[in-house]
């Protein structure tokens, strides 16, 4: 497991602790917890996901050294080969012989460096694939994670809303029960002050 995938695992796990952390209500069915928290755990979240583009990032340029280090070889192939074509065209009795050596060494150097060129690209488009899909598999699993939390808590929150309003109509008809009830058995009186809605 990457450094990366291993925060974004942690920062769950936070994410996890403060629902368990969280104000029980309803014998524990539902849970309070701080908005800012959940939010900011969200944030953190989403600030991790990018690293894996840095990651394919570096590939590329971990690319583009492998290039280098080809080419850098390739010109060291010719020159050496260059030397010693010199040399065995210093001697008059060699020289076609040298001609075609060096001829054939520069081939073979030129379809070593393209092959060397193309293994390189073709390891580093896989990898940068490879870095790719697993950014946008772990966004989007990330991104349905947070999305089914949010829905969690918004549903949680409409609950409890509820069941406010719920309990304040059912203070209101309790104290409008009582008032009546007193007015009708003593020609009116005051609510007693536990049963006034505040």
């Known amino acids: 497991m990457s ?57 590329l340029r ?31 009795d060699m020289m076609q012989r040298a001609q075609r050596e060096l001829q054939k060494i520069k ?11 193309r293994k390189a690209y073709e390891e580093s488009e896989a990898i940068r694939t490879q870095a790719r899909d697993e950014a946008t598999r772990v966004r989007e699993g990330m991104t349905v994670y947070a999305e089914q939390i949010l829905t969690g808590l918004e549903q949680n929150l409409n609950q409890l809303q509820q069941m406010v309003k719920s309990n304040q109509v059912q203070l209101e008809r309790q104290r409008n ?8 058995s003593q020609g009116g009186g005051e609510v007693p002050p536990n049963m006034r809605v505040q």
């Open 3 to 59: 450094a990366q995938q291993s925060n974004i695992y942690n920062l769950l796990g936070k994410l996890e602790e403060s629902l368990d952390k969280g104000f029980p209500l309803l014998s524990s069915y539902m849970v309070v917890v701080k908005r800012d928290t959940v939010e900011t755990l969200l944030d953190h979240i989403y600030s991790s996901l990018p690293t894996e583009v840095q990651d394919a990032r570096a590939l």
């Open 177 to 184: 029960e009582y008032s009546n009830s007193i007015n009708n």
């Open 107 to 117: 081939e073979q150097v030129a379809a070593d460096c393209e092959a060397m060129k």
């Open 62 to 92: 971990r690319r583009d050294e492998i290039q280098q280090e080809a080419q850098q070889r390739a010109e060291k192939l010719i020159r050496d080969a260059q030397a010693e074509a010199s040399r065995l065209l210093s001697e008059s």
